[in-house]
């Protein structure tokens, strides 16, 4: 179903505030290059996951335990590395979703925050 042209004019104007507020994190949010990367990191950790559920297979077929142990552990790894959020090139705790109470909290997040306080007290 396509916006209405209210909507889009609201999405527009969200969009601009959002680039003038914080640029850093537009330009972040407008690149597809984080989405792969995390999708690589799930395919790949799939897929080692995979290769350690058919050596844990093979170990317990063959009953060898040392095989059955290490296709374990080979599993729980591409688990882990599949599910990891990976911060790769960015500064200590940004992206982590920490505290933004903080100096630096954007007014377009407070004037969001207002909006959804005031939906929220209407519905009372």
């Not at 995979?50 to 063959?62: A, Q, Y």
């Not at 004037?111 to 939906?119: G, Q, Y």
Request: charged share 20%; hydrophobic share 40%.
């Amino acid at each position: 179903m396509p916006l209405s042209e209210h909507e889009q004019r609201l999405l527009e104007q969200l969009e601009q505030q959002l680039h003038n507020e914080d640029p850093k994190l537009a330009s972040t949010l407008g690149s597809g290059t984080n989405r792969s990367l995390a999708a690589r990191h799930v395919v790949l950790g799939s897929l080692v996951a995979v290769i350690g559920v058919l050596v844990l297979l093979f170990g317990i077929s063959s009953q060898i335990i040392v095989l059955g142990v290490l296709g374990f552990v080979i599993m729980g790894g591409g688990i882990y590395w599949a599910s990891a959020r990976h911060t790769r090139g960015r500064p200590n705790g940004a992206g982590r979703g920490g505290d933004n109470s903080g100096p630096h909290r954007s007014a377009f997040m407070t004037s969001l925050e207002n909006r959804w306080d005031e939906r929220r007290r209407d519905e009372s």
